[in-house]
């Protein structure tokens, strides 16, 4: 079964760090992009960032660039976001996912980060 | 940027009848390879969002073809030809022409 499983999300002070992790299983995770999408409480889907498959270019969204950096470890199947500098604005449900067909095919279930202070 | 809006951003539907969301681009999404870079999700209450249309009218694996997806550059429809129950949820649109990738604002079906 294709399954992408997110976690390390939780609770943090403003001007904190989080790093958050996807495990990929049931697809060859070494041949996809893959991205973070995030979701504020009651607000529309934000993308992120994304990755090419053997993580030598990044792409993100400005607001984001310089404190978040997406990267990943194809020989664990494992997608990463680094967050820093973390805001209230940063509360949001975040979620990985695989690109395929200038689309996110895939989703994970995502894990809430909680910025609060 | 750009910019995706969708309308309506609420759709009260009776069960059997047909429905249809409209999203709009600011700029054309038609790739130079003849491919619209318009998808559509549907993100049920509680669950993360799920892929229905890729390319702007290409239904992704295991979507009922009650849902079908329609249009090019930049004005695009989703259909559902009958709502079923299971259909309620936030609608969107994505572009992924350029980057920052961009949705649109969802749209609630809700049934009446």
């Known amino acids: 079964e294709v399954q992408l499983v997110e976690s390390g999300g939780g609770l943090v002070q403003p001007g904190g760090s989080l790093r958050l992790s996807c495990a990929a299983s049931g697809f060859t995770f070494s041949s996809h992009w893959m991205g973070w999408v995030r979701q504020a409480p009651g607000m529309r889907l934000e993308w992120v960032a994304n990755i090419v498959q053997d993580g030598s270019e990044k792409f993100y969204v400005d607001s984001m660039r310089g404190r978040f950096t997406i990267s990943r470890d194809n020989a664990r199947n494992l997608l990463y976001l680094q967050m820093n500098s973390l805001r209230a604005e940063d509360t949001a449900v975040y979620y990985c996912?695989?690109?395929?067909?200038?689309?996110?095919?895939?989703w994970g279930r995502g894990t809430m980060v909680t910025v609060f202070s | 940027d750009i910019v995706v809006t969708q309308s309506p951003l609420s759709l009260p539907v009776t069960p059997g009848e047909p429905a249809s969301i409209s999203c709009r681009s600011g700029?054309?999404?038609?790739?130079?390879?003849?491919?619209?870079?318009l998808g559509w999700y549907l993100q049920k209450p509680g669950q993360s969002p799920q892929l229905l249309i890729y390319f702007g009218s290409n239904r992704a694996s295991g979507v009922p073809d009650r849902f079908s997806g329609s249009g090019s550059g930049t004005d695009f429809t989703l259909k559902i030809s009958r709502v079923e129950a299971e259909d309620v949820g936030v609608y969107y649109c994505?572009?992924?022409?350029?980057?920052?990738?961009?949705f649109g604002q969802g749209t609630r079906l809700e049934i009446k």
């Open positions: 996912a695989r690109a395929h067909n200038a689309v996110f095919d895939i």
């Open positions: 994505m572009q992924a022409l350029q980057n920052p990738i961009t």
């Open positions: 700029q054309s999404l038609l790739q130079s390879n003849g491919y619209n870079h």
